[in-house]
């Protein structure tokens, strides 16, 4: 389970809906209240010491936007930034 899902299962506190969206489903068009995709963003800070801007969420609408951010700043942050 990729670590946005994993961290959907915690939010929502089922499986059911991080199992039946698919990668590129709008999280917001699928069920999830506007107070938990924040909540996620919140998560993904914490857990993951990845900065997401008001601009950034802008852009953040899928499961799969949100792992091809991570993975991203992942490795910008490896390479020092560069």
């Known amino acids: 389970?990729?670590?946005?899902?994993?961290?959907?299962?915690e939010l929502?506190?089922?499986?059911?809906?991080?199992?039946?969206?698919?990668?590129d489903a709008d999280l917001a068009a699928s069920g999830i209240d506007s107070g938990d995709l924040v909540r996620l963003v919140l998560l993904v800070e914490q857990r993951l010491g990845v900065e997401i801007t008001a601009e950034d969420m802008?852009?953040?609408?899928?499961?799969?936007?949100?792992?091809?951010?991570?993975?991203?700043?992942?490795?910008?942050g490896a390479s020092g930034g560069a």
Do not use: K
Not at 1 to 9: A, K
Not at 12 to 23: L, Q
């Open 58 to 76: 802008e852009e953040l609408h899928t499961i799969g936007d949100y792992e091809r951010f991570l993975a991203e700043r992942t490795v910008a």
């Open 1 to 9: 389970m990729s670590t946005i899902r994993e961290l959907l299962v």
């Open 12 to 23: 929502t506190g089922t499986t059911e809906y991080a199992d039946r969206i698919g990668d």
